[in-house]
Nanobody, 119 residues
Framework: QVQLVESGGGLVQAGGSLRLSCAAS????????FNWYRQAPGKQRELVAG???????NYADSVKGRFTISRDNPKSTMYLQMNALKPEDTAVYYC?????????????WGQGTQVTVSS
């Protein structure tokens, strides 16, 4: 079982910045993929940025050049630095992790943190 706790959301004006954090209850080396998703009202949850199982980083086209994902392995914490925020970035942001146990991959989600960008 993996617990994920997000923090850092809030209200910011367009053009501003926020940094989200996601602390995992297990060591990062026990995690297969480690991602940030978001879900805006009336829309499907979408991948924002994430670390693949090979350690590569992926970004959604809509956030490339503005958002940066990083992690602190000793702290088992992942971050999302969000710059040049736009009103369309408004959403609940979720931390996601997957782990392998035997032949099965398990998914875990944080509780979500609200990000609101005002115009």
């Amino acid at each position: 079982q993996v617990q994920l706790v997000e923090s850092g959301g809030g209200l910011v004006q367009a053009g501003g910045s926020l940094r989200l954090s996601c602390a995992a209850s297990v060591g990062i080396f026990n995690i297969n993929t480690f991602n940030w998703y978001r879900q805006a009202p009336g829309k499907q949850r979408e991948l924002v940025a994430g670390f693949t199982s090979g350690g590569n980083v992926n970004y959604a086209d809509s956030v490339k050049g503005r958002f940066t994902i990083s992690r602190d392995n000793p702290k088992s914490t992942m971050y999302l630095q969000m710059n040049a925020l736009k009103p369309e970035d408004t959403a609940v942001y979720y931390c996601h992790a997957s782990t392998w146990r035997g032949a099965y991959e398990y998914d875990y989600w944080g509780q979500g943190t609200q990000v609101t960008v005002s115009s």
